[in-house]
């Protein structure tokens, strides 16, 4: 029973949840009295998420809502990369948010380090945005989860084709 056992550690938002997180908070700022007659949005893109509002302080509350709603649902802000607070038309600003999908090759070469010194007997290689980990026992390749999950990187991680 020599078989190996393999498993994909990946850095996926998942964008439905995403998207019914600003629902929400567009419905809560329609709703708030705070934020009457204010000219707030979002509009998700491809790889970003763009928040305009009418000055700093509305900007931070919608950010605020939205972060709230994003954890409420199980979506971690890690994967989240603020830039900086920009004017826009009209003397409102804006913000993006650029949406971290994937593992970039600086963090893969982290994982890979951190696994290679857990001196356990597993084989870790990059493949694109992924990074696969195989090993003959199972347990050893548990424990490399167990061990990327107290890792403090600075990307949400998941485990996937564990077989």
Avoid: C, H
Avoid at 6 to 13: G, W
Avoid at 75 to 88: H, Q, R, V, Y
Avoid at 102 to 110: C, H, L, R
């Amino acid at each position: 029973m020599s078989s190996e056992s393999s498993f994909d550690i990946v850095s996926k938002m998942d964008m439905q949840e995403l998207t019914n997180a600003i629902n929400q908070t567009e419905k809560e700022i329609d709703n708030r009295f705070d934020f009457k007659n204010s000219k707030s949005s979002l509009k998700l893109e491809k790889d970003a998420l763009i928040i305009a509002s009418e000055d700093e302080y509305k900007l931070n509350a919608v950010i605020d809502i939205l972060q709230t709603k994003m954890v409420k649902r199980g979506i971690t802000l890690k994967n989240l990369d603020f830039g900086k607070i920009e004017p826009a038309s009209m003397g409102s600003v804006r913000q993006r948010l650029g949406l971290k999908q994937g593992i970039d090759q600086d963090n893969a070469k982290k994982i890979n380090i951190l696994i290679r010194d857990s001196k356990l007997k597993v084989k870790s290689q990059i493949q694109g945005d992924q990074i696969r980990v195989t090993g003959k026992n199972r347990d050893d390749l548990q424990q490399i989860i167990q061990l990327l999950r107290k890792a403090d990187l600075p990307l949400d991680l998941q485990f996937n084709n564990l077989k």
